[in-house]
């Protein structure tokens, strides 16, 4: 047996995961309610089958009444067809088909219940036990016949809760599901009752018709202090966009007159009195022209090597009679060419240095 644990909480006891049945006859397998209605037929219920069923042996197993099969994979249904209603009956009161490993599940047509049915009953009173279940087995006994029946209590414990189960059977010649009662009394307190396809009921104001999660006389739980807070900041915080629609003006069209109106309107941006008198109409404004800028020319720049295409010219100075060819070229708009090789100033001054040691050649030349 698994060690049980050293400390649980209140409601982890005190909890309907906690409680146990006490039936001494087993419930039917299932309780689920089949996709259809044929009466004719019977379905297997394989929804809690393992994986590893052999689907060989639920052909051989079922009978040799069965005429035809539905299967429906999503449902886990398998549904089963006989010759008539008679061989269906007796196919469903086995209770479960018998494989070489599993038992499966049983269950009759959708709107009719097999011929045991398990009850479960809700707020019941808590009073002696034995008085208890005589009252309940009177109050059932009406409408169908009781096999077993007893309360769910606390694991472990023989504490009762306000919960019990029952196993009846229809009575001879009637239709169990037709003769049932979803509400009884004991003591004068209201008891519901419920089964595989019975109508749905409410424990918050015990009635039928709804579940208590949509009951209309259920009132909300008040808020706790952290909804609240979370209420107030949620009323406090603005999204980015609302915050720039807020804090952005209203601004007049340019061009339109303002609103005479409104005389306590602020008018926000350029009136149209300063746009027409400061800046002229934009078809009268002057183009900028495209940019062709031409780099300044300087002549008596130490960097500059002039060029001429057509002449050369020969200057000589009067301090130190010595000749300098100086190539000098005009360009029509008086800048240099783009097309002519501008040369640097490594060049410039080994031409000037090569002059200076040759003062024959430039003697010569003149």
Known sequence: MPEQPKFQQLFEIFSWDNTQRNLDITPPLSSRIPPAANANSAFLDVQKMPTTLDGREVATALPESAIGVKFRADTKFIQVFFGSEKEADQFINEGHLQTDNMNIPIVPPKGKLPPRTLLKME??????????????????????CVVDIAPITIKGTKLMTSRWEAIVEATPNTNLSSSLQSIIEIEGQKVLISWPGSPPSCLQCLTTGHTRRNCPRRTNTAPTATQEKGKEKQKQMKSYAEMVAQSAPMQEPIGEEPNKENTDVIMVGPT?????????????????????????????????????DEEETYNQTTNDNQAKRIRTYVSPNGSPSRTQPRKNLFSAFALYGSKNANPANNDQSQ
């Open 272 to 308: 149209p009195q300063s746009h027409e008198t400061d800046n002229p109409p934009l078809d009268q404004r002057p183009t900028t022209p495209e940019h062709r800028t031409i780099p300044a020319y300087d002549a008596s720049s130490p960097f500059t090597v002039q060029q001429h």
């Open 123 to 144: 707020n019941v009173p808590i009073m002696a036990r034995d008085d208890l279940e005589m009252k309940l087995r009177g109050e059932l006994g009406k409408a169908c």
